[in-house]
């Protein structure tokens, strides 16, 4: 079992920066390819980035290529989503997740363990 603990959150105006942070305790942590997504209310929850275990590899979505970035410190046990340029549509509850994968999962089916969440607002 790993368990999954999203940070950082909150509210800030658009142009803004925010950096979110996912905890992981439980098994091999360093072996997990590791994914941000987002549900907007209303919406489906969509990919936003990943990373492969190493972090020899990263994805990002096409909506926030450019402005956001994954990264990984597995020393840590900890992922971070560094958000730049914030939009009000990047208003969501921001989700991580982990899975034992050798590429970088897009669908919600090939996580295996979520985070609760945290909720990004951004204000026009």
């Known amino acids: 079992q790993v368990q999954l603990k999203e940070s950082g959150g909150g509210l800030v105006q658009a142009g803004g920066s925010l950096r979110l942070s996912c905890a992981a305790s439980g098994r091999t942590f360093e072996h997990y390819v590791m994914g941000w997504f987002r549900q907007a209310p209303g919406k489906e929850r969509d990919f936003v980035a990943g990373i492969s275990w190493a972090a020899s590899f990263t994805y990002y979505a096409d909506s926030v290529k450019g402005r956001f970035t994954v990264s990984r410190d597995n020393a840590k046990n900890t992922i971070y989503l560094q958000m730049n340029s914030l939009k009000p549509e990047d208003?969501?509850?921001?989700?991580?997740?982990?899975?034992?994968r050798s590429y970088i999962p897009i669908r919600i089916a090939e996580y295996t363990y979520w985070g609760q969440g945290t909720q990004v607002t951004v204000s026009s």
């Open 91 to 100: 208003t969501a509850v921001y989700y991580c997740a982990g899975d034992l």
